[in-house]
């Protein structure tokens, strides 16, 4: 059944020129391949090539024929548009912009359901509990190999490919990797236990009826040779059949295969922990989902830009060949990507047992592991202590505006923060946390300032300076689009005009801006933050949370300032960062004086980094501090000096 109600929205993408036989990015190529899978067709897509690539008309190839493609210069483009990365989806109204690859992915999964409730192919794309890359590129590494880092690792490897050697990013060697790793799903047990009755049948009896530990252990990989001397790589394929029907069979009305005996009482005796793992069918596992979609385009322009050199490369990526033949046969992949022009290519996979082995130096380095500190000593104290050897001490700048406060009685009920569905004791603790932001911020903003909500949320902070602010234009920034959604219907009511909604990672939003805020941004979302603000050059008002969080990722190292890295290990700030996090109203008071002691050591530390940067930046807490038990606030802006620089 057809849903008539879903409006048209707007969807824009890079088309730039790579390669002679590859002119779109993968990731509009990647956009175009799930669309035409989806057979999706309400959305306007909208080409927005450079100067390179506007005069090339090859690009026409890799596009669907049922998806008609409008051209559109970088200077036609929606203003909230130019203030994202490509991809970027807008909804009918102008003012709600969807931005990056994975979420604007998940988006055209969504409206192909709503569209038509019967795709279960579609829906089952979105995974367990539908989170497939969901978690962001900035805190889960696997979103990151997949949305951001093999995309740009296979398109400067097409890019720079040599004749004479070819060298396997790490990140293809990682992905590899990955696939050989034993499989973890939501209720395996009974798969696994079906797995270990077909492997049975294929033993010799013995192994029914003697249960030893010596003939489960030659069962408990799945590969070693049966002791009736069944060829491995027959036994190889059967498994492939048990693992590629159960993951078939969740695109479709069919349930996950059963086998028709009961099982034997000493299969159903055997530990979890002693069953054999189940294998990679497809990149997350037995089903097939989004991660596949974003792959396959990928994957396939690097086999086919090895050429001559083909062969050889597949002994060292075995079980990336194996997923790629498998993802083929999945209904509907080989339609959609022949009208992509995406002629997928039949690879001969070697067998694990041959292929070359993949070093382990291949995955990307572990940012938690740093050299053995012989003269670290652990809990706070002596951490602090050495700081306040050094001169150094979690000493807080009074609040500038301890005693402002909105008259919130007399605000529109959608700007309060109860419309947010929270209850009348959060909502007066949120309104104090509030008034603590908005009352520096009102006095730094100028008219005509573009203020950035950031990890904003329902809104609180955003709305709340779009109705006290008209003058300026504030963006809402956000992953979570539920969110997001409930904050443009409390606008709507609203009737505000100078309110934008971003849903994306902060990477995809490129915009200029003068103030940009957040409201306990967890972890190292605090970080990010101020990263973004400084290469704007604003000022930033911002209250941090989850400290316990805070660890070194891609892009950030701790300590982040030069001055506490001359005195700190990692190890000793990470002390701090988890004392931090006790500050809890339940805990004793002497617990919480301490936590609150370490909250004023980390926010020193970044409030440093700031300063380092060209900033004028220090750290203050929430009036009263019962507002919050996360009460800190980092501001900081560029000092004059720094301006004058820059004039």
Known sequence: MKNKSIHEACLYLELSNHAEDKILPLHTSIVLFLMSYCESTSINVFMVPNEDSASNLLWRKGVPANIPINILSQQELPPVVKSCRLPALVEKDGNFCRAGLAVVLRHIIWRTCETDCNRKDVSELLGFKKTCLKACAEVSQWTRLCEISIPLAVEGFVKDLSDQRVTIPPEILHLELKLGEPVRIHNDDKIRRQKLQLLSKESNKEFIESGSE?????????????PGGRKKENRDTDMDSLELKTALSKLTVEQVPAVTNREQSCIRKVKTTDLPPLEHIFAEGLYFTLTDMVLLPCLHYFFVSLGDCRDETLKTLPLLARWYQRVQEVSG????????????????????????????SCEPKNDKDETTDFHFRGGPRPTMNKLEENGISANFTSHPYPSWSLDWGNLPVAVNPIEGSLSSERA??????????????????????????????????????????????????????????????????????????????????????????ALHACGVATDMVIDHCKKAQAAFVISPCCYGFIQNTVKFSFPRSQKFRSILSYKEHMILCRFADQTAVHLPPERKIIGKKCMGLVDLDRACSAEESGYTAYVSSMEPNSCSPKNNLIVGSLSSRHLNLIA
Request: one cysteine or more.
């Open 333 to 360: 992949v080989k339609k959609a990507a022949a009208s992509c022009d995406i002629h997928l290519l039949n690879l001969c996979a070697p067998s694990p047992s041959s292929a070359v082995a993949v070093s382990s």
């Open 428 to 517: 007066l603790r949120k309104q104090q946390q509030l008034d603590n932001i908005i009352s520096i911020v009102t006095k730094q903003a100028n008219p005509g300032d573009t203020i950035v909500d950031f990890c904003s949320g329902g809104g609180h902070v955003g709305i709340v300076l779009a109705h006290t602010l008209p003058l300026c234009q504030v963006i809402l920034v956000e992953n979570k689009e539920e969110s997001l959604i409930r904050a443009k219907d409390r606008c709507d009511d609203l009737k505000l005009n100078n309110i934008w909604f971003i849903q994306a990672n902060l990477d995809y939003f490129t915009g200029p801006f003068e103030i940009g805020v």
């Open 214 to 226: 010596r003939s489960l252990g030659c069962f408990s990989d799945g590969r070693a040779d049966a």
